[in-house]
């Protein structure tokens, strides 16, 4: 069974060793006693023997067996079913998996599909802790969570790392479309993370609150601190969000700035052409009495009065910033 990763069972904090699939069953039935199964993309086969084994609800196996799901905490009878999005960068792109959580009173167990670092060091952390091993499959629930969720942090400076060096090319009054695809490529990365961490919080609540049994007392501060991480996340996604849709907004202002700048340049240049080519076109019509015709100083006169009302023109609207 290629799918089965790691499968080992623990008492009292210290691991007793590693169990065989089919000796399951009479590992659980041992007091004080709980099994920890690591499972990687499994096919409907395995997913029936572990219901089988574990007695899990038909609704939570068929979800696990979907995988693509939304984050999500839901209660069957003593024990929960916990699906959390995984996040990896790679290159740009958030790559986002899924690890769906069995918990009972006596028994973990973890599926990764996607997009998701090994769990041996959650084991490894575990193990070498057997305070904390010690609360049963809760001190597990936690570790698992807390793992998933530190990965994301990483993703989220890269990320604020790249809005930075957007914002650099942003503030200038030329439209820039690689740009602005750019800046919104990194919001559609920091909507997939943000979609990914907003449920947990509220995941470590209903653990804190509802699942007394799963989550003694002793855990609660732990699953708080996740709280207060992902709220951290969050509120760090949400001002990269925040500032993203401000930069596009300031450099389309900057644009429009600029194109009324030069809107403004060609109107007061369009109004002092108008004076040369009112007055010309006056001379242009073909009249028989026109008595500057036959003054000596007519056209001297009218080019100097001309030239005269076009540089009072030029002057204002150089006083008014329009040229």
């Known amino acids: 069974m ?11 904090g210290k691991k007793l060793g590693k169990v065989d699939f089919a000796d399951i069953g009479p590992v659980l039935a041992e007091p ?25 609800h038909d609704l939570a196996v068929e979800d696990a067996l979907d995988a693509h799901q939304r984050p999500k905490l839901e209660t069957y009878g003593d024990s929960v079913f916990v699906v959390l999005n995984t996040a990896q960068l790679v290159g740009e792109e958030v790559v986002v998996g899924e690890t769906h959580l069995f ?10 599909h996607g997009a998701s670092s ?4 959650v ?6 802790d057997p305070q904390g091993l010690a609360n049963g499959p809760g001190y597990v629930l936690y570790a698992l969570m807390d793992f998933v969720v530190d990965h994301y942090l990483p993703i989220v400076t890269r990320l604020e790392d790249a809005f930075e060096q957007l914002e650099q090319g942003i503030f ?7 740009a602005i695809q ?3 490529h990194v919001k559609h990365q920091v909507l997939r993370l943000r979609n990914a961490v907003y449920p947990v919080e509220d995941m470590c609540g209903q653990l804190i609150r509802l699942h007394e049994d799963l989550v003694p007392k002793e855990l609660r501060a732990y699953f708080r601190d996740i709280e207060d991480h992902c709220s951290r996340i969050v509120r ?6 925040e500032m993203l849709t401000t930069a596009v907004q300031v450099n389309l202002a900057l644009v429009t700035v600029g194109q009324n700048e030069v809107v403004k340049r060609l109107a007061g240049w369009g109004a002092i052409l108008a004076i040369p080519t009112v007055v010309f076109s006056l001379y242009g019509m073909n009249f028989d009495f026109m008595p500057e015709l036959k003054w000596h100083y007519a056209y001297p006169v009218v080019i100097g009065v001309t030239a005269t009302a076009c540089g009072l023109l030029w002057s204002k609207l150089r006083r008014a910033g329009w040229l």
């Open 123 to 128: 084991r490894e952390r575990c193990e070498q």
């Open 236 to 241: 760090s996604l949400d001002v990269v969000r």
């Open 2 to 12: 290629g799918a089965i990763v790691n499968c080992a069972a623990y008492r009292q």
């Open 118 to 121: 090994t769990y041996a060091p």
């Open 182 to 184: 750019r800046l919104y």
């Open 172 to 178: 200038r009054d030329e439209f820039d479309r690689e």
């Open 103 to 112: 918990v009972g009173p006596n028994y973990v167990v973890s599926v990764r």
């Open 32 to 56: 004080g006693t709980f099994v920890w199964l690591g499972l990687h993309e499994p096919d409907l086969a395995l997913l029936r023997r572990v219901q089988q084994s574990f007695g899990l």
